[in-house]
């Protein structure tokens, strides 16, 4: 089973994650992961904290002669922001943050539960993310996540290839796929800046080369959609997620929703087998499993918590009404949020694959993608 864990506090000397059953034999590059992790730290809107780190991975186990050994995988992002035993506590917890709930939960200090729950965490997921994407290119398998709304700024749908798309999303100050449409939410976000207010927005991920078969209907927790949805709602500020058309498939009839099934002989030794749909609402899975349609997921996220104009709160000491501490924070980092998405996705999609074609090697999982494809492309003829 592929899986990770993450630990460090904000401003501690590292953030790290472990990761356990990634297979044996893939080359592994740091400059891919390093690219992601520049990417969390862009987009307009960022705070402070971005021009002081400059984060770049180390891994320290895991790798013999930069190949994989099938044990698990240290990866390493040293902090420059290393002040944790210096900074103060907070007195007055802020609305949106875990501050109040964390601090009655473990009879803590605010400093002891903001440090963790604070979003500089995600530099981990990226890195394991960008380290699962190495392994799904072997297989064809590319995600891409950008950002579709700010506040109320909804960018129209774009079409195109996944590396015209790409393009289009590298040229956005705001990863979206509309750069030429960006000027607008930059001038709300420096309304919101000088208002000392913050914005969210909504973000999609599309990821296409998805086989059949990922996840299964045969067990509530193995249903892939259910995974994705629960690695990305985990995601600090995350407050909904959708596949496929989401909440518009309820405000919709059956036949407006359901995806129709054709075949094509044209494309049967691609992923899709021949069976293709002129539609994909379902966002790529059905009941649970992947259906070897692009999968397509969206996430909303609030408005960053920690306000410049802070709301009203309560001394922690006193018991009386004081306005809620500030800690250095962005106004809008939903492009941030969007590299984040797409790199949580792309690891579910890398845990799944190791789940259905085994995880000890690289050359196993090749070997049983090809069979499997062999003899899902012959399911229902009759034997020869």
Known sequence: MLRYWTAGESHGKAIVALVEGFPAGLQVR?????????????????????RIETDHVEILTGLWRGRTIGSPITLVVYNKDVRLDQLEDLHSPRPGHGDLSGAMKYLSPIRGILER????????RVAVGALAKQLLEVFGIQALGYVVQVGPIRYPEAQGTLEALRQ????????????????????????????????????EVRVEGVPFGLGSHAQWDRKLDGQLAQAVISIQAVKGVEIGLGFEAARRRGSQVHDPIHY????????????????????????????????????????ISTLARPLASVNLQTRQPQPAS???????????????????????????????FGGDSVAEMQARWTLFHQMAGQLGRPAP
């Not at 740091?30 to 971005?50: F, K, M, N, S, W």
């Not at 449409?181 to 420096?190: F, K, S, T």
């Open 30 to 50: 740091t400059e891919p992961i390093d690219a992601e992790l520049r990417r969390r730290q862009g987009g307009y809107g960022r705070g402070a904290r971005q």
């Open 117 to 124: 729950a604070s979003a500089r965490e995600t530099v981990a």
């Open 168 to 203: 289009r999303r590298d040229a956005s100050l705001l990863y979206s796929l509309h750069p030429d449409q960006d000027a607008p939410v930059q001038e709300l976000i420096d309304q919101c800046r000088r208002e000392g207010d913050s914005l969210g927005g909504v973000v």
């Open 264 to 303: 094509d002989p044209s494309l049967a030794d691609t992923v899709c087998l021949g069976f293709v749909r002129p539609t994909n609402n379902a966002g790529g899975l059905e009941a649970g499993m992947t259906n070897a349609q692009p999968i397509v997921l969206r996430a909303a996220f609030k408005p």
């Open 326 to 356: 500030y800690e250095r924070s962005d106004v809008c980092a939903i492009a941030a949020a969007s590299v984040i998405v797409e790199n949580v996705v792309a690891f579910e999609l890398a845990r799944a694959l190791v789940d259905k």
